[in-house]
């Protein structure tokens, strides 16, 4: 078998664009406060913010993503948050080229507790196409 080495992309652009999308769940179809405070976090760092809620909404919840999130997408609960992203980056389409990076996440962490732009800053300068944020107690 015959491997072919793939070029590395640059750094993060100066003026660069980052995709995130968050995949919610709420069997009552409510959003949380820490939800709120997790995509608020997020607005500085992102050129959009694209929200899947996976099941029902209510329309107290959209209320509360609309400030923080350009889109709502609401869809059946099927497929885990796996297929969220995918029918996230379907609907984004062709438009994903407008983009230099896409944060894929969901619900499931809280956060900030401390400012993410050090974390950004960071990994913007770093020569890498694939990145991940973890941290376990």
């Known amino acids: 078998m015959n491997a072919t080495p793939v070029s590395r992309t640059s750094a993060f652009p100066a003026a660069g664009r980052r995709l995130v999308v968050y995949v919610v769940y709420d069997r009552r179809g409510g959003v949380d406060e820490y939800v709120v ?4 976090g997020l607005r500085e760092h992102a050129a959009r913010i694209l ?3 996976n099941g029902r909404l209510t329309p107290e919840g959209r209320a509360r993503l609309e400030p923080v999130s ?10 885990f948050d796996i297929w969220a992203h995918k029918e996230a980056l379907d609907h984004v389409g062709a438009g994903l080229s407008e983009f230099d990076e896409v944060v894929l996440t969901n619900d499931t962490w809280f956060g900030p507790v401390r400012p993410y732009g ?17 941290d376990h107690a």
Do not use: Y
Not at 70 to 79: A, I, S
Not at 118 to 134: H, K, L, N
């Open 51 to 53: 929200v899947v809620v």
């Open 118 to 134: 050090p974390v950004f800053e960071r990994m913007d300068a770093q020569d890498i196409d694939f990145w991940g944020m973890t």
């Open 70 to 79: 350009d889109e709502v997408l609401v869809r059946e609960n099927v497929g």
């Open 37 to 40: 405070h997790a995509l608020a």
